[in-house]
């Protein structure tokens, strides 16, 4: 069956970076527009990156635009998220997400604090 795991959170200071992993398995995730999503305490969970099949390209938040870049490895069936120039409010559960069905994996922390 259709299975995401994230891996790669952690505690960082402001400034700093993380690379996360979602691990993808029972399909093809090139096949797939993936998605990454963020939620922090007391607040909805918000969209963070996108990235379509092979020739549509990505799209971001605007308020990770620059500094958050989604990728995929298809050889490996994972997707990407490289953070760089963490924020605190970056500090959230984020989540990948396959559209197609609404599959969700079960988040890694990303706590960015000094």
């Known amino acids: 069956q259709v299975q995401l795991v994230e891996s790669g959170g952690g505690l960082v200071q402001p400034g700093g970076s993380l690379n996360l992993s979602c691990a993808a398995s029972?399909?093809?995730?090139?096949?797939?527009?993936m998605h990454w999503y963020r939620q922090a305490p007391g607040q909805e969970r918000e969209f963070v990156a996108g990235i379509g099949i092979p020739g549509r390209g990505v799209n971001y938040a605007d308020s990770v635009k620059g500094r958050l870049t989604i990728a995929r490895d298809n050889a490996k069936n994972m997707v990407y998220l490289e953070m760089n120039s963490l924020k605190p409010e970056d500090t959230a559960l984020y989540y990948c997400?396959?559209?197609?069905?609404?599959?969700w994996g079960q988040g890694t922390q990303v706590t960015v604090a000094s």
């Open positions: 997400r396959r559209p197609a069905g609404n599959y």
């Open positions: 029972g399909f093809s995730a090139s096949s797939y527009q």
